[in-house]
């Protein structure tokens, strides 16, 4: 078995993945930075450095997760940290505005393509990979699977008029991640009893391609709740949903 304990990253090849994977391989952590492309992937962990190795994902084609799933057994025999990060918030071309992407969005015009795109990534990409991956999270000393949900998903936040970003609640991005929430909460409660902990990370309105780099956090005030939660100890909490400013409404 390797000697150190190893996180997997989904989608860690930009954005607020690359640094979760960042921060955790900087923690002594072999961290394995999944990736659509093996190509990005491998430069992203050139980057990254530390102990920081590139693996194929993709979440959406379960013809990778498995191979996935199988190089982990072989070349390290645990897994230790699970960080569900990859996530679309559009189907539209690169360069389209987010005004654009918006309009993508509305819940009565939005094609229905689209709402299961979202889906498929979101949603089913994350229930698959955490499926795949439990059996080694099982095997660990303490498992950690951190989802990387959105106060855009909050019901309790977006059903207040007042809510800054409430206009943004349409058909597809916000209501996966209310379904992210939930499915966080399922897997907790099933594994409430194990060593697993499964907890929510709000990164926050944090600037990537997501928003067309709007966002009003950097990368790094957007990873670090998902690095606290990867890394809680045995006291920690589980079926939680948190930013780094404490509790968000579910």
């Not at 999944?34 to 190509?39: E, F, H, T, Y």
């Not at 693996?55 to 379960?62: F, R, W």
């Not at 409660?189 to 600037?207: H, M, Q, R, S, Y």
Request: glycine fraction near 10%; include cysteine; charge should be negative.
């Amino acid at each position: 078995m390797h000697d150190k304990p190893v996180a997997l990253v989904t989608g860690a090849n930009k954005g607020i993945g690359r640094q979760i994977a960042r921060e955790l391989a900087a923690k002594g952590l072999t961290v394995l930075v999944g990736s659509r492309d093996l190509a990005k992937g491998e430069e992203a962990a050139a980057d990254i450095g530390g102990d920081a190795i590139a693996i194929q994902l993709d979440v959406t084609n379960e013809a990778s997760i498995a191979p996935a799933a199988e190089r982990i057994q072989t070349e390290f025999g645990r897994l230790d940290v699970l960080v569900n990060n990859a996530g679309i918030a559009s189907t539209a071309e690169p360069g389209t505005s987010f005004e654009e992407r918006l309009k993508q969005n509305v819940p009565s015009t939005a094609s229905m393509d689209y709402i299961r795109a979202i889906y498929e990534t979101n949603v089913f990409g994350l229930m698959a990979v955490t499926k795949a991956m439990l059996p080694l999270l099982r095997q660990a000393p303490a498992g950690r699977i951190v989802n990387l949900g959105s106060s855009s998903g909050s019901l309790t936040l977006n059903a207040n008029p007042t809510f800054e970003y409430r206009h943004v609640f349409g058909a597809a991005y916000s209501p996966s991640k209310a379904t992210v929430h939930a499915v966080t909460l399922a897997f907790a409660i099933e594994l409430e009893n194990t060593n697993i902990k499964v907890n929510a990370a709000c990164p926050g309105f944090t600037a990537t391609d997501l928003n067309g780099f709007r966002g009003t956090r950097s990368v790094e005030q957007g990873a670090r709740q998902a690095v606290r939660l990867a890394l809680l100890g045995p006291d920690g909490p589980t079926g939680t949903f948190s930013d780094e400013d404490g509790p968000v409404a579910w």
